[in-house]
């Protein structure tokens, strides 16, 4: 069992939307977890760092309609980026077992999947 480091902790909550210090996710995240949730999670991390790196590409080259004879559709790939995203803010949630506070990939979304325990 291992726990994850203050900044790690801080990222998480920044992550899933835990804008104001909560004690209660503070207390949940500096529990111990098993190696496997600790490396899924920072895992998870990266991929989300992936995701936001795509939608920043996406929104910098939306202007482009055609290239090389192909159509290309934006809002398409913008939407699975997003729902991949909130797919795995959802999952990190669940595994640090305090939820989602705010799922910037869907901000329109005001339901909240957080767990007091």
């Known amino acids: 069992m291992a726990q994850f480091t203050i900044p790690q902790i801080e990222e998480f909550e920044r992550i899933l939307g ?3 210090f909560d004690t209660t996710v503070r207390n949940g995240l500096t529990s111990e977890y098993s190696d496997t949730t600790i490396d899924r999670t920072l895992t998870i991390l990266d991929e989300l760092v992936g995701i936001d790196n795509l939608l920043k590409e996406s929104l910098e ?3 482009v309609k055609e290239s ?4 290309l559709s934006y809002g398409s790939h913008v939407t699975h980026l997003k729902s991949e995203g909130t797919r795995l803010l959802t999952e990190l949630g669940q595994l640090l077992v305090v939820g989602v506070n705010y799922n910037k990939y869907s901000p329109n979304t005001r339901r909240s999947t957080i767990a007091y325990w």
């Open 61 to 63: 080259t939306s202007f």
């Open 68 to 71: 090389r004879g192909s159509k």
């Open 18 to 20: 835990f804008f104001v």
